[in-house]
């Protein structure tokens, strides 16, 4: 099963719930989606959303990351 895992970092880091999230998680100030992608990248260690489609250690970062977001919902 293929997912688009860089649509929906996208898509997730226009969240207000999700920046929190990552503000907290980062230890970074994050009040909008572009230092939602900021602190996303600081988090997993990556350079680019795509990353997390075509760097598997990447997308199972992100799929660590997720997890963890639903958790705490």
């Keep these: 099963m293929m997912q688009n895992m860089t649509r929906g970092a996208g898509i997730l880091c226009t969240n207000p719930n999700f920046q929190a999230f ?33 760097d598997p250690e990447a997308g199972a970062g992100w799929c660590q990351l997720i997890e963890e977001y639903n958790r705490q919902l």
Excluded at 29 to 36: H, L, M, N, P, S
């Design 22 to 54: 990552l503000a907290k998680k980062s230890g970074q100030y994050v009040c909008d989606a572009e230092d939602a992608k900021g602190a996303l990248y600081s988090v997993l260690g990556i350079k680019s959303r795509r990353d997390l489609n075509s």
